[in-house]
């Protein structure tokens, strides 16, 4: 179970509890997971390099707080001088009985049932034998076509023809930070599009990086529906200025709205005719839409 660094009010209502991520509530952790939900598996944190973690409490702090919670794993994407620290301060603890050696007991213990029970698998998820490139590629089609999620709106909109006029708003990759680093081994958003058959596709582009919105030119062909994709638009506010304004300059044209980041872009951007979220904005996610536009739920 890996338990995100989130803020849930409702739970995290003690004094000391306000300020911390849920993945160092013992509140999440203890009561709920454990007492409440009685899970007795291994609780992970998400990547203890996040800005939610850095920019509140240094990395020794962070990890001491998520181990007295009760997780059992820490997860760092990358080993550097900070992360050698917070093994060695863990050594410490335990070590002086800052921290119980019981809890580290429990916890491997948790680990080793966890290895154990994936060793015995006969027919793993992924079977390594299949490690191949396209085999991934197939796997990862596989995955995005299961994350493809309808959060609101007219399912019967879809789905949509090829044929028909359409008009694509989406933001330039280049600035989706973790989204960007296989732009050149990868088709764009409007490539995929034209390749599964969208024969009057017309894109509009527009960045993350500045509070302007790209001019929308009214073409002589009116689109039948617009798919606008979105990335976080509470970050990026000129997202709800361009929703708006496509909505005034096309009255009555059906807005599907695409969160490719977080999924509560439909707080923001509000009543579009039909929301999905991707879960992600990998290669094998545009696929995925492109997909459920054209055969729907």
Known sequence: MLVAHGDYPDLQSTPEEKNLPSSASKTVIQTLLREQCGF??????DDM???????HRSPVEAAMTAIRAGVDILLYKQ????EWAVFEAL????RDGTLPMAQLHASLARIARLKTWLALQTEPCFAPAEFTQEACAAEALAQAREAVSLLSGNAALLPLKAEAPLLLVHPARSEMGNYAFDIPTSPELPQVFTQAGFSHLR??????????????SMDSI???TICMVTFNPLLHPNQPKLYQTLRQQYPGVPMILVSAGTPYDGEVLLSPDLHV?????RPAN??????????GF
């Open 91 to 94: 050594v410490r603890a335990f």
């Open 286 to 295: 545009m696929q995925a839409l492109v997909e459920c536009l054209l055969c």
């Open 40 to 45: 007795q598996g291994v609780v992970m944190t």
């Open 79 to 82: 080993s550097t001088e900070d």
């Open 222 to 224: 009116m689109p039948k």
């Open 49 to 55: 390099c996040m800005g939610a973690i850095t920019k």
């Open 277 to 281: 979220t991707l879960c992600a904005y």
């Open 203 to 216: 894109e509009v582009r527009y960045s993350l990086k500045t509070s302007d919105i790209p001019e929308l």
